[in-house]
Nanobody
Framework: QVQLVESGGGSVQSGGSLTLSCTVSGYTYRRICMAWFRQAPGREREGVAY???????TYVDFVEGRFTISPDNVNYTIYLEMNNLKPEDTAMYYC???????????????????WGQGTQVTVSS
């Protein structure tokens, strides 16, 4: 059974940094698309970044240059390094996986069969 477990959320001040991690268990093949989504209260869940099985990242415009998604293929973990955080980044952050695929198929949530439980990120001004 595939499971995703996130960690690393917390509270920071505006301009601060956090790094989230997501570890995959129950699947040990490289054909996987991993993504980070977020959901703020009262808003739709939205994509933040995803990474193909070959390590190619894609970001949404509002995090480009501030967030970095990266893999640790040895430990089946992906990271989301978040710098220059803003209050509008406050949300529950979710890790998601689509497998077995070589390349991600975009931001459509239905493409991602597996989801983590979420980790809260709070940025104060």
């Amino acid at each position: 059974q595939v499971q995703l477990v996130e960690s690393g959320g917390g509270s920071v001040q505006s301009g601060g940094s956090l790094t989230l991690s997501c570890t995959v268990s129950g699947y040990t093949y490289r054909r996987i698309c991993m993504a980070w989504f977020r959901q703020a209260p009262g808003r739709e869940r939205e994509g933040v970044a995803y990474i193909d099985s070959d390590g190619t990242p894609t970001y949404v415009d509002f995090v480009e240059g501030r967030f970095t998604i990266s893999p640790d293929n040895v430990n089946y973990t992906i990271y989301l390094e978040m710098n220059n955080l803003k209050p509008e980044d406050t949300a529950m952050y979710y890790c998601a996986a689509d497998l077995p695929v070589l390349r991600c198929q975009g931001w459509t949530r239905a493409n991602f069969r597996y989801w983590g439980q979420g980790t809260q990120v709070t940025v104060s001004s």
